[in-house]
């Protein structure tokens, strides 16, 4: 999967370069700490980066989890993912995923 073109020149350039195809974990933890901190193109990076498992762990609820945050930011590009990702979870694991998202957005 490839990623549309990115913002404005901005702190989270890590985007231009994503060493996503490599399964590097260094990279995973920056991407991490970021989308913690909100950052949408973070989130976006981490859904795929877990739906990959580049870097970390392949985890669909992961990815479903963290694209969620960024569609919650507009992100289209993660809807589409996010799309994806969902066909290979059970109905169980979205409704937790589900959960979890809906306990974040109201703390």
Known sequence: MTR???D???DDDFLADLVLWQNNPEHAAKVAKLAH???KNAQYAL??????????KQDESESYYWLSHA???????????????????TLEQIKLADIRIAKTLTV
């Open 37 to 39: 901190q909100g950052n």
């Open 71 to 89: 569609i919650g930011q507009g992100d289209q590009d993660a809807k589409l993912l996010r799309d994806i990702v969902q066909q290979s979870m």
């Open 47 to 56: 859904g795929l980066m877990y739906a990959e498992g580049r870097g970390l």
């Open 4 to 6: 549309r073109k990115r």
């Open 8 to 10: 404005a020149h901005t």
